[in-house]
């Protein structure tokens, strides 16, 4: 099952700086939709207010129509119980830059400590799903290790089994590959690159233009906390109209040459 998302007049602001300012956005059911801009444009900041980790200040997300975070109470939204959340969390896959694994458990165990808490699934239940998860990845022999054992690559991969543990409706990835050395790259776009053939509605924050070609339905470009332009890949990557994404592109293309490596 996937899931539509929603971002309406989205505003969020930090020490008198509009980081999102009045975004209007919809990545569709069963599409993977990348979100490019540059440091600064409020794009992991976006990519978190859809499950709720940033509070917007004004503005609102739904996934398939249901409010995120909140629900309307007279004419203002007012927050949900942190239980109803975490409820709403467990149905949205997160992968974040630095891995975010728990030093302490097993590569295993971290896949299967979400699906035990909030899904309260018998343990032999969740194993097994993990155990599949981890080979989907190709880590299945790491399933004892625990991450300090692990590449990073390797730990992301093993992120990104977790996010799926929980089967959900949408999956968001906030520059999954920024943490990582450039020869273990590849292997975790192999990972995201299978998963967007699967029909899960997926998010991606990424500076990797060449993979947001190749994997995305619909691109979004923002700056300064607005949506700048938006389209097809052939459209915003190949024939930018506004000056401002041909400006980056140019730049992340001449970083990307070998002689700038």
């Known amino acids: 099952m996937s899931a539509?998302?929603?971002?309406?007049?989205?505003v969020k602001t930090y020490d008198g700086i509009r980081v999102l300012d009045g975004i209007d956005l919809t990545a569709p059911s069963g599409q993977v939709t990348v979100v490019l801009g540059p440091s600064g444009s409020g794009k992991s900041t976006l990519l978190r207010t859809v499950n709720h980790l940033e509070r917007l200040d004004s503005g609102y997300v739904s996934i398939d129509g249901e409010l995120v975070g909140v629900r309307v109470h007279g004419d203002r939204f007012k927050e949900l119980s942190e239980r109803a959340i975490l409820r709403q969390r467990s149905r949205?896959?997160?992968?974040?830059?630095?891995?975010?694994?728990?030093?302490?458990?097993?590569?295993?165990?971290?896949?299967?400590?979400?699906?035990?808490?909030?899904?309260?699934?018998?343990r032999v239940e969740a194993v097994t799903r993990a155990k599949e998860l981890l080979a989907r990845v190709g880590l299945e022999d790491k399933a004892g290790a625990y991450p300090r054992q692990l590449s990073g690559g390797q730990q992301q991969r093993v992120a990104i089994a977790r996010a799926l543990a929980l089967e959900p409706r949408l999956i968001l990835l906030d520059e999954p590959t920024s943490a990582l050395d450039p020869?273990?790259?590849?292997?975790?776009?192999?990972?995201?690159?299978?998963?967007?053939?699967s029909g899960t509605t997926m998010i991606v924050v990424t500076h990797e233009i060449g993979f947001a070609r190749e994997i995305a339905d619909h691109v979004v470009f923002l700056d300064e906390g607005r949506v700048i332009e938006e389209g097809p890949p052939s459209a915003v990557l190949d024939r930018p109209r506004h000056d401002r994404t041909r400006a980056f592109l140019g730049k992340v293309t001449r970083l990307a040459t070998p002689e700038n490596a």
Do not use: K
């Open 92 to 122: 949205i896959g997160f992968v974040f830059q630095n891995f975010n694994l728990f030093p302490h458990l097993t590569i295993l165990d971290n896949v299967v400590e979400a699906p035990l808490v909030t899904q309260r699934l018998p």
């Open 183 to 197: 020869e273990l790259v590849g292997e975790v776009l192999a990972v995201i690159r299978e998963l967007a053939r």
């Open 4 to 10: 539509e998302v929603r971002i309406r007049g989205a």
